[in-house]
């Protein structure tokens, strides 16, 4: 799989049972031709505001055209809330459905919360990507030291089993702490497995607390114990 950033898309053309794109470096340099069977075109998303006459209710928006609102999803206008694509975040469903709980939760009196560092994000290709929390480059741009613990699906009995060892798992946590920071995982199964990083980040469990925590065996679950295992120790398996 190679992947290229900091690139944009010039043109593009089908040639009847395949297709052509025409890329180049945002920066500037060298066009690129990349011919393949199916071509998969992404456009992004935006806040679908235009045309709710948001003024007239007393709401503004940003130049993104998102609605504020503070950490309980109420907007500026005290009887109003607004959720999903149309606030800040990542436009994802499953973030959606957390803020239609919390916003009904302060809307009840009961104080609803979404932990934004605790959202995971899924490719839904094969092999999977996921991820939750932090990347090691956004760490080290913040000055945080860290500790990484990796182990690949190669060295996964279950994987291996299944003829479909592609990938990894990375896990990063505090230097100091050992506070779970971030997880990535790469292969099959990803987007069900992310949720162990998911849960560890939202109640601030220790690369330790899930390594010393008992999973089935063969599953493909233990190459995260076994990453996190990476990370203060050494794992038994790679």
């Not at 760490?139 to 030291?145: E, F, N, P, Q, R």
């Not at 003829?163 to 990894?168: A, E």
């Amino acid at each position: 799989m190679t992947i290229l950033t900091g690139h944009k898309v010039l043109s593009g053309k089908t040639n009847g049972s395949s297709g052509e794109v025409v890329i180049e470096p945002v920066k500037g340099g060298e066009k690129t031709t990349i011919t393949a069977d199916h071509i998969l075109i992404s456009t992004g998303r935006r806040p679908f505001t235009e045309g709710l006459n948001l003024a007239a209710a007393g709401l503004q928006v940003d130049d993104k055209g998102r609605i504020s609102v503070n950490d309980h999803l109420q907007t500026e206008v005290p009887t109003i809330y607004a959720i999903g694509d149309v606030v800040r975040g990542p436009m994802l469903a499953h973030k959606s459905e957390e803020e239609g709980i919390a916003a009904v939760e302060s809307i009840a009196g009961k104080g609803g919360h979404v932990n934004y560092e605790a959202i995971p994000s899924v490719i839904y290709t094969h092999p999977e990507v996921a991820w939750v929390g932090k990347t090691e480059e956004e760490l080290k741009k913040a000055g945080v030291a860290v500790k990484k613990g990796v182990f690949p699906f190669v060295a996964n009995s279950r994987a291996k089993t299944n003829d479909d060892f592609d990938g990894l798992v990375k896990v990063l946590a505090d230097a100091k702490t050992d506070k779970l920071l971030g997880m990535h995982i790469v292969g099959v199964s990803a987007g069900e497995m992310i949720v162990e990083g998911v849960v560890g980040i939202n109640y601030g469990a220790s690369s330790e607390d899930i390594g010393r925590t008992c999973h089935a065996h063969p599953t493909l679950s233990e190459a995260v114990k076994e990453a996190c295992m990476a990370v203060y120790d050494k794992p038994i398996h790679f």
